[in-house]
């Protein structure tokens, strides 16, 4: 099962995809996971110098080509509950509905989780920091090659669905 994790935002867009191998044990530890293969990730850059709605556009068409490329089984998006003011949560929502508009679009089964949940999934630890979430991807994929934070955040997204997944 190939499973997207959606990071939403208005300038950059971290999406990453994992390819759970035994969906019955996925077993997270710092030590890496066999049952969990990293396929691909990355950000969508959106220029700040556009207007709204037309870095919008950029995001959908840009959510469906990552969605017809690697075809995602299920669709992981972050949940967003606060934000630093008002401009920001708006922008967030609208960004987060985007990505939900895609991944419906593209007829996927779609799942929410907020940053809280998908820290205590892959750090343990519910306020755990940017570096702490890297740094535990990474292992848990076994990866040696820089992740950006935007990237790193979606593949925990989709790390911790996985991890959800296992326990239902």
């Known amino acids: 099962m190939n499973i997207l994790g959606i990071d939403p935002g208005s300038i950059n867009c971290g999406y990453g995809i994992v390819k759970a191998v035994n969906p019955k044990r996925y077993g997270l530890s710092s030590q890496g996971n066999k049952n969990l293969a990293y396929i691909a990730s ?94 535990m991807v990474k292992q848990i994929l076994r990866l040696n090659r820089v992740l950006s934070s935007d990237s790193a955040d979606a593949l925990a997204i989709a790390i911790c669905h996985a991890n959800n997944k296992a326990v239902i």
């Open 42 to 135: 990355g950000r969508i850059v959106l220029p700040s110098k556009k207007p709204i709605y037309a870095r919008l556009k950029d995001l959908y068409i840009s959510l469906l080509e990552v969605i017809s490329e690697y075809k995602p089984d299920e669709v992981v998006i972050e949940r967003i509950f606060f934000a630093k003011g008002t401009k920001a949560a708006l922008s967030l929502g609208q960004t987060r509905g985007v990505a939900l508009l895609a991944a419906s679009s593209a007829e996927c089964p779609i799942y929410e989780y907020s940053a809280l949940e998908v820290k205590k999934a892959v750090v343990g630890y519910g306020m755990a920091d940017k570096n702490q979430v890297q740094k």
